[in-house]
Structure formats: structure tokens, C-alpha cells
């Protein structure tokens, strides 16, 4: 099997190390490795499956003979991405750059791999909300078509980073102290307003669009329409940032075209990849996030019949935004390109 050079840009972030520690945990096949990142990181050295590895500045020139480049995020991508495919490499994408351009593959491997055939040089990783949920969506879209989801999610402070997570510590800390919390980073580090997230909710994450909706609300409107290939599905979501450091969770109301029994779901959601059901309501049995934090697999559970709408599943999804909802999801991707040997 040929084994493809590849590179890493945010080498040195939440999800560049998260690829790091993948490559070691699944053995993912490589020749030649190159770590990435700004010119403030260039310079480090990182241990990557028993090798050590100086950083590298980001540049174009730094793609030529890279088959696989898997870029962990942000706005470098509009910049580099082009550059890197132009040199010959695939860029696996985990900004929100190209998700709805439609000559670019948005790819849930579980979900629509098929896509991923279709790229002309750059995949794109969906948001990490959007996976997670897709996830449980695409078992019950398979039984009958999906019309209509109501969602709502509950998100780790991760998901803006190290600096929401060392917000939230130092805001604990603060509070235990008796001293003012200080807020700088959420709902978002661009607004003028900030709060604090330590004992607190916050129903706004990303800005506000015309609509009243959040982009990162419209994110899952747009992303799961064009993953499930239905732009006629009605997505109705609320996206909230909560306490916990690490995996986001979910509750979602889904409207089918014909009514689906919990037990044909359980079933299906059993035989799916990347989904483990968890839900015994008698033995208080259900996906946290507390447990669901640097695993693969997203929890499913809480499933029951809509109260007053026969065609109406409810469930709870749980999974680690930083693993399946990033750097799991990108790799996996590349798996499948080095499976198929189509690098």
C-alpha cells in the first residue's frame, strides 16, 4: 500500500494535537510528515509516534510534495488551501471556508462517503455540531425521510478554543475567591459584550445574522441539507454555550415522512458506525458529556415518540466536538483516501 506524505496545518492548536494524538492512536499510515502552523509557532518541536518533528511556517511552497494536507481550522484556509491543491495535495478542511461551496465535498465518512469521490482537491470538515447530529440523523433518514428537526445544542467552552477553557477555570476560580469574574471571550471574542460562562448559560454562540439566527445556527440549517443531499428539510436550531470544558450534546426533535417505531430506530442506530446507544431510563442511563470526552464515538440516547405527532422522534446525542466533530472527522477522511489509494 502507498502511504502518503502529508502535513499538518495548526500543527500546534486543540485540533492540530488532536490529529497528532490520533495519528498514534490509529496507526495512520505515512511517509513523510510535515507540521504547520504562524510564524509565532515555527520553531517547536512535537513528538508524532515516536519521531520528533521541528514546526514548520505555513507557506505555499510548504505543499509541494504533500499528498494529504489536513488543515485544522481558520481563516489561513482561503489563503493556502488553493496553494496547497495547486502543488498536488488533497486538503481535508476543517474551517468553515469552503463548506458550502458546491464544487466542495462536505463529508461525514459514516454518513455520505460517496461525496468524498467528488472532490476536485479540496473536502470539507462539516461544524462540529452539524456532525454530531448527523450522526443520529442519517440512521433514521435511511427509515424514512427526514422533514423537519427541531434542535437544540448544549456546547463545550472548547468549542472556542483554549481560551474559552482557561476563561471558565479562571472564572471558577474567581467566584470561589469572591472576586468579579472576568469575561472576554464569550459568546464571542469579536462582540463588544461578554459573559461569563462560569455558573451560567449563554443562548448565543458566533454572531447574530439578519434572520435572528446565529451563524453558527445557520451552519447546522445549510450543512445538513447539503450533507443529506435534501435542501427542503426544515432545520429549526437554538445553539448554547454551557460549563463544560469538553464534548457538546444535543436535543433533537425530528419529524419523518412516515412514522418510525423507537425500537426500528434503536436498531438502526445499534448497527450504525460511530454511534453507541446508550439509554436505559430505568438504570438512569444516558450520554453525558462528562463520559463521552476524548472517546470516537458519539452516545445516543433519551430516544422516545414524539408526544402528539406520530412521524416525531426525539433524542439525545452526546460526542467530542474536538474529536468526531474536528480532527476524528478529517481523518477519517484521509483513511478513506488511502484506503481507496486515491491520493
Not at 515516536?50 to 488543515?71: C, Q, R
Request: aromatic fraction near 6%; glycine fraction near 6%; include cysteine.
Amino acid at each position: 500500500m502507498r502511504k502518503p506524505n502529508v502535513a499538518i496545518l495548526g500543527a500546534t492548536g486543540a485540533v492540530g494535537q488532536e490529529f497528532i494524538t490520533l495519528f498514534e492512536e490509529r496507526n495512520f499510515p505515512f511517509a513523510d510528515l510535515k507540521l504547520l502552523a504562524s510564524a509565532r509557532s515555527a520553531g517547536t518541536e512535537l513528538t508524532v509516534c515516536g519521531k520528533t518533528y521541528v514546526v514548520e511556517e505555513a507557506t505555499p511552497e510548504s505543499f509541494e510534495g504533500i499528498d494529504i494536507a489536513l488543515f485544522a481550522g481558520g481563516s489561513i484556509s482561503k489563503t493556502l488551501a488553493p496553494e496547497a491543491v495547486k502543488r498536488g495535495a488533497i486538503v481535508i478542511d476543517n474551517s468553515s471556508t469552503f463548506r458550502m461551496d458546491p464544487e466542495v465535498p462536505l463529508v461525514v465518512p459514516e454518513v455520505n462517503p460517496e461525496d468524498i469521490d467528488t472532490h476536485k482537491g479540496i473536502i470539507a470538515n462539516p461544524n462540529c455540531s452539524t456532525i454530531i447530529m448527523a450522526l443520529g440523523l442519517k440512521p433514521l433518514h435511511d427509515l424514512s425521510p427526514i422533514k423537519r428537526i427541531v434542535v437544540s445544542t448544549y456546547q463545550a467552552v472548547s468549542g472556542a478554543g483554549k481560551e474559552g477553557i482557561d476563561e471558565l477555570d479562571n472564572q471558577v476560580k474567581a467566584h470561589m475567591a469572591g472576586e468579579d469574574m472576568v469575561a472576554n471571550i464569550l459568546p464571542s471574542a469579536s462582540l463588544p459584550k461578554h459573559y461569563p460562562i462560569a455558573f451560567n448559560v449563554i443562548p448565543q454562540i458566533d454572531v447574530f445574522m439578519d434572520n435572528n439566527y446565529t451563524k453558527e445556527e445557520m451552519k447546522m440549517v445549510l450543512e445538513t441539507q447539503k450533507i443529506l443531499h435534501d435542501d427542503t428539510i426544515q432545520v429549526v436550531p437554538t445553539t448554547i454555550r454551557i460549563p463544560v470544558y469538553r464534548s457538546h450534546s444535543e436535543s433533537v426533535l425530528v419529524e419523518t415522512e412516515a412514522p418510525v417505531s423507537v425500537a426500528d430506530f434503536k436498531a438502526a442506530c445499534n448497527a450504525f458506525p460511530g454511534l453507541i446507544v446508550k439509554d436505559n431510563p430505568k438504570e438512569q442511563e444516558y450520554p453525558m458529556p462528562l463520559y463521552t470526552s476524548g472517546k470516537d464515538d458519539c452516545e445516543i440516547g433519551r430516544i422516545r415518540k414524539d408526544l402528539y405527532n406520530d412521524k416525531g422522534m426525539n433524542f439525545w446525542i452526546v460526542g467530542d466536538q474536538i474529536r468526531k466533530g474536528a480532527a476524528l472527522n478529517a481523518l477519517q477522511i484521509a483513511e478513506y483516501l488511502v484506503e481507496k489509494q486515491s491520493f
